[in-house]
Every structure is written in C-alpha cells, then in structure tokens.
C-alpha cells in the first residue's frame, strides 16, 4: 500500500538483506539510489505543500 501512497515510487527486492540495506549490501544500495535518482522526475510540489501533507498525514489516493 506504501506504493499506492507513493505513486511514483518504486520497490526494489535485494535478496538477503534485513532491515539495514545500506550497510548489509552498500554498493547495490547505492546502484538502485543512482537509478532511481536519474529516472525519476522530482516532486512537483512545493516544500510548504509537502509539509502541509505530512502535518495531516498521507492517504492512499493522493488527496491528503
């Protein structure tokens, strides 16, 4: 449901790794935030907006 919240997100699956990705396994962690970091376009929000969103909490559809 996270991915729901996040639309433009994405889950990334490293076999073997807990809970602490960026120790257990540093150089995938870091391909995978590379990737991400250049294919995806940023927020299109302003940062008032996002903190008016977090101060009344996400909702699946978009709308908070």
């Known amino acids: 449901d996270a991915?729901?919240?996040a639309p433009h997100g994405?889950?990334?699956?490293?076999?073997?790794v807990?809970?602490?990705p960026r120790s257990e396994n540093p150089v995938r962690f870091v391909?995978?935030?590379?990737?991400?970091?250049?294919?995806s376009?940023?927020?299109a929000s302003t940062p008032d907006e996002?903190?008016?969103?977090?101060?009344?909490?996400?909702v699946?559809?978009?709308?908070a």
């Open 18 to 20: 807990g809970h602490f």
């Open 10 to 16: 994405r889950l990334e699956v490293m076999p073997g």
């Open 41 to 43: 376009d940023p927020a």
């Open 50 to 58: 996002q903190r008016r969103r977090l101060q009344r909490g996400a």
């Open 31 to 39: 391909e995978i935030l590379e990737d991400f970091v250049a294919t």
């Open 60 to 63: 699946a559809d978009g709308a």
């Open 3 to 5: 991915l729901r919240a």
